[in-house]
T-cell receptor, first 111, second 111 residues
Framework: GENVEQHPSTLSVQEGDSAVIKCTYSDSASNYFPWYKQELGKRPQLIIDIRSNVGEKKDQRIAVTLNKTAKHFSLHITETQPEDSAVYFCAASYNNNDMRFGAGTRLTVKP | DTGVSQNPRHKITKRGQNVTFRCDPISEHNRLYWYRQTLGQGPEFLTYFQNEAQLEKSRLLSDRFSAERPKGSFSTLEIQRTEQGDSAMYLC?????????FGSGTRLTVV
């Protein structure tokens, strides 16, 4: 089955700086890669996703890149704000089935 | 229909007792997933349904766990003879196409 690894486990940045979170996956058949944000005590919420037929996707301050050959994908947050502080999870699946999640990255944005 | 609903929000039970959780997905979502999340970890896949059919069950799931989705709408997750190691947040998610919508979860504490 799919195995997703995520790094770093914690990340602290100054407000305004960029943050990058990286994930690797094991199953070359995986073709759908979403990212979720989970604030303390709340449910995970989808913030951006990418399919294997594209290499990059951007939505305002958030972007995701995918390297299918290396089986790597990354989340980039620019101009970070204190409200970006949360735990971020990457995930991988084939056609949005049976999603497997990384262990999470706790991002802290210091004002 | 504002989202995925889970009940109860919290459950405290004595070791050895049985517990049942309920999930009401978004009505037009045909796929429903159960995940378990412990502190500092990503959601761990338990099982999923397409309509009323249970299509996959994690090998990590012991025989004490069972899930149903009898009419392809709401789902229940039952844990028999609970153990302290079952203490976790149990998350339900549903989807039709892209991304999962999570419920707020049921936090189980086994004492």
């Amino acid at each position: 089955g799919e195995n997703v690894e995520q790094h770093p486990s914690t990340l602290s940045v100054q407000e305004g700086d960029s943050a990058v979170i990286k994930c690797t996956y094991s199953d070359s058949a995986s073709n759908y890669f979403p990212w979720y944000k989970q604030e303390l005590g709340k449910r995970p919420q989808l913030i951006i996703d990418i399919r294997s037929n594209v290499g990059e996707k951007k939505d305002q301050r958030i972007a995701v890149t995918l390297n299918k050959t290396a089986k790597h994908f990354s989340l980039h947050i620019t101009e970070t704000q204190p409200e970006d502080s949360a735990v971020y999870f990457c995930a991988a699946s084939y056609n949005n089935n049976d999603m497997r999640f990384g262990a999470g990255t706790r991002l802290t944005v210091k004002p | 229909d504002t989202g995925v609903s889970q009940n109860p929000r919290h459950k405290i039970t004595k070791r050895g007792q049985n517990v049942t959780f309920r999930c009401d997905p978004i009505s037009e979502h045909n796929r429903l997933y159960w995940y378990r999340q412990t502190l500092g970890q990503g959601p761990e896949f338990l099982t999923y349904f397409q309509n009323e059919a249970q299509l996959e069950k994690s090998r990590l799931l012991s025989d004490r766990f069972s899930a149903e989705r009898p009419k392809g709408s709401f789902s229940t997750l039952e844990i028999q003879r609970t153990e302290q190691g079952d203490s976790a947040m149990y998350l339900c998610a549903s989807t039709r196409r892209d991304g999962y919508t999570f419920g707020s979860g049921t936090r189980l504490t086994v004492v």
